[in-house]
């Protein structure tokens, strides 16, 4: 029922900038945390980025200063702006949130279909 759409990602020089979108909805009645995790080929699944309803950010030490993770509550969307994109960046982007379902009071962690972007040298 609870579905997350990513949207950003495309083919960018090395140096550039891209910002990824990822959008909830379905019968969410809060969401609490939500990030951002990558894949590339042959590599596990890491996190990047990761933001709580209303805390700290955590960065993986590989982006912190490059990247920065932001929310808006209000429209249930996370972002992910990318500065000084290296070709290590390179892979599938993910959107991750963990929700509290409306009527069951459940929580249940979602997944995005991925968003792949690609760093060129």
Do not use: H
């Not at 759409?5 to 979108?21: D, K």
């Not at 969410?28 to 990761?50: C, H």
Request: proline share 2%; aromatic share 10%.
């Amino acid at each position: 029922q609870v579905q997350l759409v990513e949207s950003g990602g495309g083919l960018v020089q090395a140096g550039g900038s891209l910002r990824l979108s990822c959008a909830a909805s379905g019968n969410i009645f809060k969401i609490t945390a939500m990030g951002w995790y990558r894949q590339a080929p042959g590599k596990q699944r890491e996190l990047v980025a990761a933001i709580p309803s209303g805390g700290s950010t955590n960065y993986s030490d590989s982006v912190k200063g490059r990247f920065t993770i932001s929310r808006d509550n209000a429209k249930n969307i996370v972002y992910l702006q990318m500065n000084s994109l290296k070709p290590e960046d390179t892979a599938v982007y993910y959107c991750n949130a963990v929700v509290i379902i409306s009527v069951s009071w459940r929580y249940q962690e979602v997944w995005g279909q991925g968003t792949l972007v690609t760093v060129s040298s």
